[in-house]
């Protein structure tokens, strides 16, 4: 992570200053504010500010169910019940503002995710900086051969050498001819708008992202899963960490329905009673095809 | 406005209590939160919390626009230039939640704003409270002869007073039979979901409603509009008063480029060319509907 | 369902004239186009557009998978591996737009799905038509004494009669005060903005609504399953045999994963583990709450 | 634009074939349907769907209107006054699909409009094509020395060459390396996921992008107006011309109210109210920053 003295000057300011406030607080969401968590090699996610807590997702949901939540004694069995039955309107009543430094290939999936408030660095107005994601060894994974868009084994010694010495390399390449096209204060150098164009993917951007919790837990299924690409499964592992601080039974019920629980098929359901009735059941005797057989069968194994 | 003195209460108790909080603090947001401000006879607002302040309109956008926002030297001018140029994107990274109490048909046309988070009361859930909306006598107006949408004179006399007593009894009488079919609490009565169906649009329901700040001053400029239906727009004028202590700036700039501004044709713009160069010009000469000539003149005319 | 017939002739001829077209055709959905079908005892839905087929929904995952779904040998198996995997962009390329008339309580319902277009009959323009939903006898349903939101035994005899006299004397006598309080057309009677407020929710209106076929199948699960209100339900119901005809490989894995399939969490899959290994398990030692218990057992029971 | 011999059969087989539809057509659209037309040097646009024509956007309008749009006499009028009045949800009930062949930096840009359905080429499933977007001698503009997103002179000679070849090399040497970490067939190569990140911006992506005409609209009035970057106002601008042969009405009401229209402040409606009246007002008595008064006299002097 790279962040000026002047920078961190500032967070270390933002994180002293206190003011009294009568809106819900959540004191381990406060703990986290304005802290930049690293991610990758130069990037970092920071909660810059929040909205609710635990409190305000139950307020919510009695607000819609009246006098018809008083059977649930506690808000945990509340926030399990909305979750477990999709209730999800509850949910989007708490927000979170984070800042976030991220490689552009990882922000263009990232923005696939339409329902949130975006300010991104402009390239257009600004002048990027000459960071750039290199992996770590471990990280320098072959193309899977069994599934299109997976990694398979670690790239080794001299091939791993070769693809780290590409990517530094072509990316200083890059950099060092942005900047001389867009030339010396003195002259009139090639617009920025147009000079952005030679930089790669590998470069790193930076945006405030802005999203409400049912969205930001839609967001973490899907990027912190395993089947997600590493780049961008660590930072939705950084914000999870900050999410669990601040909605505490939000999340634990998040990751017993959602991040723990699988979607079995009205097919699959049939097998499973079948099976508890004592009969085996083999892919070819499920209905199922080879690909939702190995799906099912993983399922079931997980532990 | 019907609060219970449990209600007021526990209002009294929100406000009183205060934490520190890390995050912006708006201080005219902070003298607003959670007093209900009543709007109509039994309607209220009141902001249950809120994100961010002028401040954090343009720390976003400066994050945007890098190191090319330094020319606008302060805070309010840069607002102002988001606000022109429809820079829609810093508005969005501050949120605001109500609570608000309304006849369902106003609602019926405040839900129609679809970027936002809901929380309505349900009457599938549970039962309706006994409060109807009935005008003021100076609300009782008459269809206007001219707009198919808009309002005439104010009715009067025995005319008022047959209105309004239509519109109090039928309502009574409705909730008598609601009730009534639900029964008492010993017997089984009329399922909630069907019994609610007898009630007049006139009834109160409540809901949590939660936007951005960009959306917000959308749902401003149409709802607190002189075409607006009235019992729409004293809701709006009421969130309006919050909305400028809250964000002064961003709230300035709204109303000199959005509830004071005009947007004019390029039809219309050709005319004030020919305007100011001294030409008189009519309807006739313009190229305009009479529809559209009648608004150019009422721009021209507002003061 | 109410048709002038002028309405019923302009169904006829739309339905007659037939025009050329390069774009993608549904066989199935053209045979369904502008016809009304009625729902409940004044209601229809018609579909008045679509866009797509299910080799457009394959067509556009080909895009993003590129050389990648060469595997997938046909456009059925593809769709059923996009619905597994929750890859719902192809699905959103698909659109539909149907003409629904539909009671004012449902349409409070089905308006929370806000991923939609609306245009809705404005009754501060015009003037509604005497139509109220009436339940047949044997939706007269009782609140359910075990669920807040549902039904229980349905009302017989005496009681059912009295309630059906109420809807239907309410409703008439409100809508007798509102053409009341409208005034004849020599008078000025009551905006209609106003007048409105007097009617009840069983009063009919209608809408041009619009949606992609993801959303629209997020509906379907939604408001097609045994929990919805049925009043809803049954719109639900006919729009989706037209969904079924219009996209049948996408309709079909609809029920097999979304319909009929489940989500079970952590720990249900768990307590599924330990039943296939020969444990038996209870709810006590399920870790599960009751009502989470006994929704497992209805989902291992189901058939 | 390059399309293999095989794509361009594709599309003409795909316009030769004609079926006959109930569904209103758009006999301008579909002259269109399926015709890729350049964009840039390896770019294009071309329409792959729509729904609805004008007549649609009046149906839709007349729905809510109800009786009270009997008023306008023709669909133009009405279609005019939607516009005007900014009604946006008719002109939603209209849809178009694109698909769009774009460089990355462009698609960064055009992603942002978040009402929109998206399935774009995978670079983690797919290996991309060696296509970059490289300006043309006339497009090579230096940065603007007034505006921070501004393009300022062309450049010439020496420098101009020298970018172009900059632009050049690096984007084949990034691909050479590209494909040299992919790996031959024989071997295992780095994971497409990671070895797309050493891809410059210039790289050309596809995708298929399906929205309404209410957001298409606000698409075009951003990108195809003045201040847009050129290499995406070219895109705007071919879109523009279909959308002008699919909605006469609709694309004449949107130059007028929109592109050619304009939107002054409150404060800009006073200075030409005092213009008006014969008073010379200045940027110093008028209230407005020097950047405010410069705008304002541009839309006075635009012809």
Known sequence: MTLTPEQLAQIEEERAAQRPTRRAVSEGMEAHLYTAYPVLDHGFIRVIDYMGDDAAICQAARVSYGRGTKSVQNDEGLIRYLMRHWHSTPFEMCEIKLHVKLPVFVARQWIRHRTANVNEYSARYSIL?????????????????????GRGAVLQGEEAARVLDILKRDANRAYD?????????????????????????????????????????????????????????????????????????????????????????????????????????????????????????AILARR
């Open 129 to 149: 900086d000459r960071e750039f994601y290199v992996p770590e060894p471990d990280a320098l994974a072959a193309q899977s051969s069994t599934n299109n868009q």
């Open 177 to 297: 001819h942005y900047e001389e096209m867009l030339g010396t204060d003195g002259q009139q150098g090639l617009a920025r708008e147009l000079a952005r164009m030679n930089l790669p993917a590998s470069i790193y951007t930076q945006w405030y992202w802005k999203t409400d919790l049912h969205n930001l837990l839609h967001f973490l299924r899907l990027r912190a899963d395993s089947h997600a690409q590493m780049e961008i499964r660590v930072y939705a592992e950084a914000i999870a960490k900050c999410v669990k601080d601040w909605v505490p039974a939000a999340y634990a019920a998040f990751e017993d329905y959602r991040m723990g629980g699988a979607t079995l098929s009205a097919g699959a359901l049939g097998c499973l009673r079948r099976m508890l009735d004592g009969e085996t059941v083999t892919q070819e005797t499920s209905g199922m095809s080879k690909g939702e057989w190995r799906e099912f069968e």
